[in-house]
T-cell receptor, first 113, second 117 residues
Framework: AQTVTQSQPEMSVQEAETVTLSCTYDTSESDYYLFWYKQPPSRQMILVIRQEAYKQQNATENRFSVNFQKAAKSFSLKISDSQLGDAAMYFCAYRKGDDKIIFGKGTRLHILP | GAGVSQTPSNKVTEKGKYVELRCDPISGHTALYWYRQSLGQGPEFLIYFQGTGAADDSGLPNDRFFAVRPEGSVSTLKIQRTERGDSAVYLC???????????????FGPGTRLTVL
C-alpha cells in the first residue's frame, strides 16, 4: 500500500527567509503524481504544486519549488521569500491516476514577523 | 459560486443520532470524492463516485457509513448511530472528466465539521 510520511509536525521560519518541508513516500508504481497542499484555518485545501513522476524536471510555481528524488522516494517543498500568508498546514500527497489522494499527516508552518 | 460547496458548515449531534452531510460539486464534474480529516491528521479517503456509481468505497470505516449520488451531481454522506470517534472534518472534492494523461485536479470544498457529543 502507498504511504506518505511527513516527519516535521511543525516548523518556523522568519519572514522573507527560505524554508524546506520534507516528505517521503512509498509506492511500487512507476507512474504517479505528487502534490503539496496548503490548508489554512478556513479548512479549504489549496493545491500549491504538482509533480508528475515521469518528469525529471522539478516543478516550480512562483516562490514554491520542489526537490523530487524518485529513486529515494523523496519530495520536499521549498518556499522562498516566506510571507505571513504562507502560514498554514502543508500536506504532502500522492495519487495514482484518477484514484484517491493519499495524504501525509501534515506540517504546521509558522511565519515569524 | 463556482466552487465545491458543503452543508452544513458545522454539525453538532449526540451519540447514537443519524446525520447527513451534503456536497455540491462544481457543475459538470463527474467524479466526486469524500475524505475524513481527524484532528491533527491528514485527510483520509472514504469513497469515490464516478457519475452515479461508487467506483471505490474501500475507505468507508464500517457499515454505519453510506454515501449516495443519485443523479450524478449532489452527494450525501450518511452516518448512522454516530459515535464520538466520528468527530472530524468531512471534506468533499470533485474533478472534471477528461484531462491530460489521465490527470484531473481534485477541487476541494471547505468541509463540514462534525462534532459528536
Amino acid at each position: 500500500a502507498q504511504t506518505v510520511t511527513q516527519s516535521q509536525p511543525e516548523m518556523s521560519v522568519q519572514e522573507a527567509e527560505t524554508v524546506t518541508l520534507s516528505c517521503t513516500y512509498d509506492t511500487s508504481e512507476s507512474d504517479y503524481y505528487l502534490f503539496w497542499y496548503k490548508q489554512p484555518p478556513s479548512r479549504q485545501m489549496i493545491l500549491v504544486i504538482r509533480q508528475e513522476a515521469y518528469k525529471q524536471q522539478n516543478a516550480t510555481e512562483n516562490r514554491f519549488s520542489v526537490n523530487f528524488q524518485k529513486a529515494a522516494k523523496s519530495f520536499s517543498l521549498k518556499i522562498s521569500d516566506s510571507q505571513l500568508g504562507d502560514a498554514a498546514m502543508y500536506f504532502c500527497a500522492y495519487r495514482k491516476g484518477d484514484d484517491k489522494i493519499i495524504f501525509g499527516k501534515g506540517t504546521r508552518l509558522h511565519i515569524l514577523p | 459560486g463556482a466552487g465545491v460547496s458543503q452543508t452544513p458548515s458545522n454539525k453538532v449531534t449526540e451519540k447514537g443520532k443519524y446525520v447527513e452531510l451534503r456536497c455540491d460539486p462544481i457543475s459538470g464534474h463527474t467524479a466526486l470524492y469524500w475524505y475524513r480529516q481527524s484532528l491533527g491528521q491528514g485527510p483520509e479517503f472514504l469513497i469515490y463516485f464516478q457519475g452515479t456509481g461508487a467506483a471505490d468505497d474501500s475507505g468507508l470505516p464500517n457499515d454505519r457509513f453510506f454515501a449516495v449520488r443519485p443523479e450524478g451531481s449532489v452527494s450525501t454522506l450518511k452516518i448512522q448511530r454516530t459515535e464520538r470517534g466520528d468527530s472530524a472534518v468531512y471534506l468533499c472534492a470533485s474533478s472534471p472528466p477528461g484531462g491530460l494523461a489521465g490527470y484531473n485536479e481534485q477541487f476541494f470544498g471547505p468541509g463540514t465539521r462534525l462534532t459528536v457529543l
